[in-house]
């Protein structure tokens, strides 16, 4: 017997909600704005009438569409601040954060553009293949296999060394942590 969509909606999000605001959450880096993404999402793939639904398969719907809303969300963020400067006063520089202050993977991703964030996160927390994510993003192999590059290559410059497939045990220690353990060996 087909269930009726809002019994999917229901279902999804009570079981599936958390894990759906927490991919959301990796991507867009801020909480708020990933309940945001998930809602717009669910709004996307549950707003026009969808038979044979389960939770399963709108899930993979559902996150199709954060992704989606992600990047449109950026790119239309991207083509404000090009004319901002008309309509807007300049914000304020944003305050370094002290130096000390302990590297983690959140921030680092924070550093990245919504392209290569967005790849990032499809290629190691979906673990998707380089083709899957160029395909989810709507790019060529290319492009996605340079997004991945870059945006790993950026981490590194905060993170340390990330380790590649054939050295899976290297340890990924922050910057500050290996300048401090050199001065300690001194």
Sequence with gaps: MPRRADDVLTDLVRRRGPALVAYAHLLS????VAQDLVQDALVRVFGRLRRGFTPDSAEA???????TVFLDER???GRFTDVRHV???P????????ADTRLDLRAALSLLGPQHRAAVVLRYYDDLTVPEVAAQMNVSTGTAKRYVHDALRRLESVLGPLGTDDDEAAPVVPLAARSRAGEEDS
Excluded: C, K
């Design 29 to 32: 880096g801020d909480h708020a």
């Design 61 to 67: 719907y559902v996150r199709r569409a954060i992704l």
């Design 75 to 77: 790119r239309r963020h």
């Design 87 to 89: 309509v807007a006063t």
């Design 91 to 98: 914000d304020e520089a944003p305050v370094e954060p002290p």
